[in-house]
């Protein structure tokens, strides 16, 4: 997992400089989510022309990234589908039934969940969800040993109305978008406090605002209400976008007031896929998935499960060098320091946490690991002729 993680960053970085490969992000002590609308999956009159490259780009990130689940949307061949899951044979999938061409889904690793049920919910507000894109909903029991014995885990898939059209057409979109939302999170607020689980999809619209000039996000009870997260808000906070043609954030990743305590804050990212694959929003999608990852109940003192967030690790210049510190209270001192070349040739390993006479204007890749091996932060940096820092 770690010589995945530091060479994604490492892509994300430099792109054309670094041979481009898809990362594996999974891992065993963590859950690991994302969402991913695949542009008009399947129907090449519609998204990219070529189905067959699709399908082949799309199985290569799904078995590469190695998630636990993975929201999908814009299944738009059920034949495509069924090779899809043929191709990724450590998940089960669960695909909409309703009459749509643009169908949602749900990926899930065989052996680490029980699946319970599937079904459409608000039915009527099938005008609002997109005319008839009912969220999906599917219960699942997780099977890792620190989740509470026949707990339910509940995904909700959606994929809400496109902001198309006139002005006026724009309006009444937001609207719907709007209603849309407020109905589904009454849904969700009488399962109580306690339920575990996570709203993901292509919500077409930001949530620091809306993608409609001049109007507040339609979602700003997502955001009021603190016993739920929207783990993909800091995105949004940062400028950063989900889909290769716009500039803002429209595909999000909610967790209930079950699982808010279990979110490894700063960990959601844009899988800025473009790195790993030429001509990606031509070839692949138009949109890009969007990851974050929870730690599994109970397992807050496992050390492989606490990460270092980037606001937390410092760096400074020193007699020549850099010094790495962590201002984290629950990791006084990480155990050892792995520094690489953009080739992910190892430069140098050391338990001192100080890094000799960098290279100027040079990047590394750097990997910060706990004593037990677990890999707790991986960036990259560079000093510049001047002395300043720039790492992430």
């Known amino acids: 997992m770690r010589i995945g993680i ?3 960053l490492g892509a994300l970085l430099i ?3 670094v041979s481009a490969q898809i ?16 542009e008009w999956f ?18 290569d990130i799904l078995n590469t990234l190695d998630l636990d689940i993975m929201a999908v949307q814009e299944i738009s061949n059920v034949a495509y589908w069924n090779r899809l899951l043929s191709n990724c044979s450590n998940y089960s999938g669960i695909l909409s039934t309703w009459s749509q061409t643009q169908k949602t889904g749900l990926l899930f690793k065989k052996n680490q969940f029980e699946f319970l049920y599937q079904k459409h919910i608000l039915a009527n507000f099938d005008y609002d969800f997109g005319g008839g894109r009912l969220p999906l909903e599917v219960g699942l029991i997780p099977q890792h040993p620190n989740w509470p014995k026949g707990d339910t885990l509940r995904i909700w898939v959606l994929h809400m109305k496109a902001n198309t059209g006139s002005s006026s057409s724009k309006v009444q979109a937001y ?27 292509d919500w077409n619209d930001d949530f620091d605002q809306s993608i409609l000039s001049g109007y507040a ?17 800091p995105l949004s906070l940062t400028k950063q976008k989900s889909t290769v043609s716009y500039s803002d954030m429209i595909d999000h990743i909610v967790c209930t007031p079950g699982l808010k305590n279990q979110w490894i804050a700063d960990s959601s990212m844009v899988l800025y896929a473009d790195k790993w694959i030429s001509n990606y929003g031509n070839v692949v999608s138009d949109h ?18 606490i990460d270092i967030k980037y606001s937390e690790l410092k760096l400074k210049l020193e007699n020549g060098g850099l010094i790495f510190s962590c201002e984290n209270s629950k990791i006084t001192e990480f155990e050892e320091l792995r520094i690489y070349d953009l080739s992910m040739k190892e430069v140098i390993r050391t338990k001192s946490r100080f890094f000799e006479s960098p290279v100027e204007d040079k990047w590394y890749v750097y990997e910060l690991l706990s004593g037990n091996g677990a890999s707790l932060h991986a960036g990259f940096f560079s000093v510049s002729q001047d002395g300043h820092i720039l790492y992430r």
């Open 42 to 59: 399947g129907n090449g009159s519609n998204g990219p022309s070529n189905d067959e490259q699709q399908l082949q780009y799309a199985s």
């Open 15 to 17: 792109g054309s400089q």
């Open 23 to 38: 990362p594996k992000l999974g891992s065993s002590d963590r859950l690991d989510v994302a969402t991913w609308n695949i």
């Open 288 to 305: 890009y998935p969007v990851f974050t990852k929870f730690k599994w109940l109970g397992s807050d003192n496992n050390i492989s499960c």
């Open 6 to 8: 530091v060479g994604f």
């Open 217 to 233: 996000t339609p979602y700003q009870n997502y955001i009021k209400d603190t016993n739920y997260v929207v783990n993909s808000f």
């Open 175 to 201: 609207n719907r978008r709007y209603n849309a939302g407020v109905a589904l999170k009454m849904y969700v607020d009488k399962l109580g406090k306690s339920n575990k689980g996570l709203i993901m999809g």
